[in-house]
């Protein structure tokens, strides 16, 4: 059974759940007020009244990608890094792909695809795989519809690199530092003489043995 909206107290916690299989509500949290509340819930429209009226939250989310990095809030890649767990996205794209099932015999599927570019962004992420851009699926009768997104260029932590090499290099340093030039270059060599000798193992398998 899953926690009512009042009762989450935190903004991932508010809304985690939202639009995952067989939850019809969603949940959203309001910055201004530090708290969650229905949004809309499918099987009971008119219930959800929080987001309407003089008194209606004007700051707030359903994704929890959101909840620290603020995309509509943070306009700079300086505030943005100040956040471990943000990515500053500098380029990307955003593609909206619809297919119409006609269900006849001489047309059958129908795809379109609408490609937006974007950039300056603020953005939840990882040092190594970048921004946590998520894919959004509307699923019809007749009519799929799917947006996704790519980042092309992003920066963790500062904001000259992009991608994942500065956090290579950190990592590189951060092993030098503790366990010094001679132990990481020995780790290395381990490592490559373990690949070649799994290669050197198996073409030895591979090779024909001679009868005597």
Known sequence: VLLPCDDRTACGQCTEDNFKPGNSAVCAWCYSWGTCALAYDKENPLSA???????ACSDWTTKSSTCECRPDVIDSCEECVAHPG???????????????????????????????????????????????????????????IVVNSTAHEWCWVQC???????????????????????????????????????????????????MV
């Open 86 to 144: 943000c990515t500053w996205v500098k380029n990307a794209t955003t593609y909206l792909t619809t297919t119409l099932h006609t269900k006849t015999q001489f047309f059958g599927n129908i795809s379109t695809q609408v490609k937006r570019h974007w950039k300056d962004k603020c953005w939840a992420g990882d040092p190594f795989t970048g921004p946590h851009l998520e894919e959004d699926k509307f699923v019809f009768t007749d009519v799929n």
């Open 49 to 55: 009244t929080w987001l309407r009226g003089n008194n």
């Open 160 to 210: 000259h690199f992009s991608g994942p090499w500065f956090s290579i290099i950190a990592l590189v340093v951060i092993l030098v530092a503790c366990c010094g030039v001679g132990a990481l270059v020995s780790l290395v060599c381990k490592g490559v003489c373990g690949v070649l000798g799994c290669f050197k193992g198996a073409a030895t398998a591979a090779t024909p043995q001679r």
